[in-house]
């Protein structure tokens, strides 16, 4: 029996004890003052009774009732040697353990989403905000951010994308925040605990990143066409001064006119060449706006196969048309075809060794159109992978770096993706996918 249940039953124990000798003294005609006493006695006692059992109660009461809404636990003032006391002591230090990993595994959280350099929003479908990082308060210019109906008096744009952008969705928005342009990237995504649901959105200013990605890919542009007008004017220069010497001469003999003859011609070569080179970067630049119509690809891919056909002859070749499925679909037949002859003129020359073969293969899969182009040429080295579509970019002698690029640019322009795939030695694999 525990301290308790023995405190209980003594004081159970004088209760009987009163109630005895109350009842015995009722059957006496005096002793008016020992039957009041006695009848204190017992009410007194049955009070004490009660508030001995209840005062337990009544501490795990609010020792209960505490816990929601309270940081620091109640202490219990239980009786020192009770056994319940050492119960809920126990019972007190493992939530108080409790309450203290969840305090550090919150601030470990915070403290990583203020490093982060994403700006960082949680709110509810009231928007009122739950967390915001420091990389938010900064691109918000504003000591604190309630709700996001706050972002409204800085940019009524973004607070629009913020409030009613829908689940796993991703934006680009451009507009002025805090008095200065900026382009964001806006990814949101929605979650739900019981009967509350919470958005996360994340934002990331882009504007210096595509500012920086500008003005390199404008220096390599500068780079590739100044080496290209070096590489044609210099031999013209050097052509010239030697023809000039020539035309000094008072007579000509037959290798000074053959001379001459010589370096007219390599001359006027060189000039189509930086024509061809300009024309190539207009037609690089001035992609024509897309006409969408039905389109039967079946039928263009053998078109091209014939068209490449007598080279591919010659050249001891094999181009081989495969099709499966619904082959029509809506898009630009023209540009299309254009991307197509570039990228089969990009494995003929890929593949140039005898036996080669080159597989031009379309499928529908009931979402995209799919065309392959693969050869079974030398491959892409690895490290080039990621260049094989920047313009002028070219790893052969007689290579203009052009086509793939505008293949790519095409396939955009159609909403599609252009992509490569490379094993050395063994196949190249430039895939076409295009929306039904």
């Not at 525990?2 to 009842?23: K, Q």
């Not at 009967?195 to 934002?203: D, F, G, Q, Y």
Request: a neutral charge; hydrophobic letters at 45%; proline letters at 3%.
């Amino acid at each position: 029996m525990n301290t308790f249940s023995c405190h209980l039953v003594v004081r159970l124990m004088f209760l009987c004890g009163i109630a005895g000798l109350f009842a015995w003294s009722l059957s006496l005609d005096h002793y008016w003052a020992t039957k009041i006493l006695l009848a204190l006695l017992f009410v007194g006692m049955i009070f004490e009774i009660v508030r001995y059992a209840g005062n337990p109660q009544q501490r795990i009461s609010s020792f209960m009732e505490s816990l929601p809404v309270s940081s620091d636990l109640p202490v219990l003032a239980l009786p020192a040697k009770d056994e319940a006391e050492l119960m809920f002591r126990r019972f007190t230090e493992i939530i108080r353990q409790i309450k203290t990993e969840k305090q550090i595994e919150y601030e470990l959280f915070i403290a990583a989403a203020n490093h982060l350099a994403v700006a960082l929003l949680v709110f509810d479908r009231n928007g009122h905000v739950k967390l915001c990082n420091r990389a938010a308060l900064q691109l918000f210019r504003v000591p604190s951010l309630p709700t996001v109906h706050r972002v409204a008096s800085l940019s009524r744009e973004l607070a629009d994308v913020l409030l009613h952008t829908q689940a796993d969705e991703q934006l680009l928005v451009k507009t002025d925040l805090a008095g200065r342009p900026v382009k964001l990237s806006v990814r949101t995504s929605r979650v739900q605990f019981t009967e509350e649901t919470w958005n996360i959105v994340t934002l990331q200013d882009i504007q210096q990143e595509i500012a920086q990605e500008e003005t390199e890919a404008w220096q390599k542009i500068i780079r590739i066409l100044a080496h290209e007008i070096i590489n044609s004017t210099s031999p013209i220069n050097l052509l010239t001064g030697s023809l000039e010497k020539i035309a000094r001469k008072d007579h000509w003999s037959d290798a000074d006119r053959r001379d001459m003859e010589i370096g007219l011609q390599a001359i006027g070569k060189r000039s189509r060449g930086m024509t061809s080179f300009v024309e190539n970067y207009r037609t690089m630049t001035t992609i024509p706006p897309p006409v969408f119509a039905s389109t039967d690809i079946s039928g263009l891919l053998q078109r091209i196969g014939m068209l490449f056909g007598e080279e591919a002859v010659s050249r001891r070749m094999e181009i081989s048309v495969t099709t499966s499925g619904n082959m029509t679909i809506l898009t630009d037949e023209r540009l299309l075809e254009q991307a197509l002859i570039n990228l089969v003129r990009n494995a003929i020359d890929a593949a140039d060794k005898p036996h080669a073969s080159i597989g031009i293969r379309a499928c529908n899969d009931g979402k995209d159109m799919l065309v392959e182009v693969s050869d079974n040429g030398c491959g892409i080295a690895s490290e080039n992978l990621g260049s094989v579509f920047t313009p002028f970019f070219t790893t052969k002698s007689t290579g203009t770096g052009i086509g793939l690029f505008i293949s790519r640019k095409i396939a955009r322009a159609l909403h599609g993706t252009l992509t490569v795939q490379s094993i050395q030695k063994q196949r190249t694999a430039f895939s076409l996918r295009l929306p039904l």
